[in-house]
């Protein structure tokens, strides 16, 4: 689905607001939740201008943090997408990840996509989100196997489950455990 665990929500935007990026990749954007929450949280009062008593959206020219996305399903794209990203690049995020040079963003993120990847193109989803980040890189999974398939959606069909060892593996030292998902984080 295009959007992820409720539970998992404040674990995820915590880590980026003591992180403080310059930069976010969302890989897997759905809804646009998280380029939304991060948006309002780390920009905070600087999505505004504010002039005595008069207070006008800021720009994007002008925000501090660059958050871009990818998505794979082009009808997921919302005005959401239109206000809370810089750019949203709509593909295969394994291709799209492959033509983005190491290290350009301070924060790669990826919820709840993992499991919709067969284990050999996720093990190269977790190596390339590691290779794009200069700083940190999250992803989240459920901790078990839940079967989906949409029709009007094929990529939306879970292929694979992770484990905590899994993730650890792939250089995911931090894994919290938050309710049904794993939050895993490797950080530089």
Known sequence: ?????????????????????????DVGVGMGQYGFLF????????????????????????WGVKIDGIEGCKDYITPVHEFAYNTVTIGDALECLAKIPDRSYELVIAIDILEHFWKEDGWRLLSELAR???RAALVSTPKVFHAQEFEANPLETHRSVWSAEDLAEAGYGEILENGDSWVATLTR
Do not use: H, Y
Request: charged residues 20%.
């Open 39 to 62: 948006r309002t949280n780390l920009e905070n009062v600087g999505l505004f201008d504010i002039d005595g008593a008069n207070a006008t959206w800021r720009p994007k020219e002008r």
């Open 1 to 25: 689905m295009p959007f992820s665990q409720s539970s998992q929500i404040s674990a995820i935007v915590q880590f980026g607001e003591e992180l403080k990026p310059a930069s976010i990749l």
């Open 132 to 134: 794009v980040c200069s």
